[in-house]
């Protein structure tokens, strides 16, 4: 099995991690799941950690092919259309987006010129489809329970979680954001485990577990069996779902969720200026 070229980007303001994957071969390459840094109180974005991740592309001579969304991210805005423009590559996120778009549409009461066809991507990925990265072969799985519109993509010997499990000492994603559901979680974290235990895993964010002393973000399939405090092999379906309920509804909103939500639905482009050239995000009062 092929193994790609993985360089992870860590942002510690948003727990984020940024990827790069690269087929050594032909230098074609992925970005996973980037980073628009962006302060609230002021409202102010930077491309800082995005230019970092652009910077690696350049240094090492690759070719982008593609700049993946796993999912509607509710803590970082992507960065995706300005990598886009900088360094070339398709945008692209999961076939169901569209059920997010139509919920979050309501949310945040967006007119008619908010599409919720997944347009505002340049491809979306069915369950199950295959795509190159140079002669490597990805594959996009879908793996709902976080949010319905979350992919996995197995590339080579790595496969690129998003938000369904975080290191075997922090457990697993939440799964009350609407259209989550515990119980589609432990399904599709059930299908991961399917893959090969050597199968590299690469999260999305790591939060360090107590105990821990630094940030860390790949373990594999076999580890995450074997130990993940929420679902290792064994843990029955009620359980998990019962656990996860109950600890879904000790976590406050992320901070960025409703900046987040609003941007990445739109493939991380701004709202529609009005007449005096700005662009605004909505606040809804009571919402969610």
């Not at 941007?263 to 482009?269: K, L, P, Q, T």
């Not at 709202?271 to 606040?283: F, H, I, T």
Request: aromatic share 10%.
């Amino acid at each position: 099995m092929s193994s790609p070229e993985v360089k992870g980007f860590f942002d510690p303001a948003t727990y984020t991690i940024s990827y790069v994957v690269w087929d050594r071969d032909t230098k074609v390459c992925a970005v996973i799941d980037s980073l628009l840094d962006f302060d609230q109180a002021s409202g102010r974005t930077s491309t800082r950690s995005a230019d970092q991740l652009i910077a690696y592309v350049q240094e090492n001579g690759l070719i982008c092919e593609w700049i993946i969304d796993t999912h509607v991210h509710a803590d970082h805005l992507t960065a995706a259309p300005y990598i886009r423009d900088q360094i070339g590559g398709k945008t692209a996120i999961g076939f169901n987006i569209g059920v997010v778009q139509s919920v979050f549409k309501k949310v945040f009461n967006e007119d008619q010129r908010f599409h919720t066809d997944g347009s505002q991507f340049d491809h979306l990925f069915k369950d199950g489809e295959t795509y190159k990265i140079g002669n490597l072969t990805g594959r996009a799985l879908h793996t709902p329970g976080h949010t319905p519109a979350c992919m996995s993509h197995v590339i080579g010997d790595a496969v690129f979680v998003g938000d369904t499990i975080f290191m075997p000492d922090f457990g697993t994603a939440r799964c009350d954001f609407p259209g989550g559901d515990a119980g589609t979680l432990f399904d599709s974290i059930q299908s991961l485990f399917e893959l090969a235990e050597e199968t590299r895993v690469f999260l999305c964010h790591d939060y360090m577990a107590p105990g821990r002393d630094r940030y860390v973000w790949e373990t594999t399939i076999g580890e995450q069996k074997r130990a993940n405090i929420h679902v290792k092999d064994g843990t029955s379906r009620d359980d998990f779902i019962a656990m996860r309920t109950q600890r879904d509804a000790t976590l406050d909103m992320p901070k960025l969720i409703l900046p987040s939500v609003q941007i990445n639905m739109r493939a991380g482009d701004m709202p529609p200026a009005e007449d005096n050239g700005l662009s605004y995000l909505k606040l809804p009062i009571d919402a969610l």
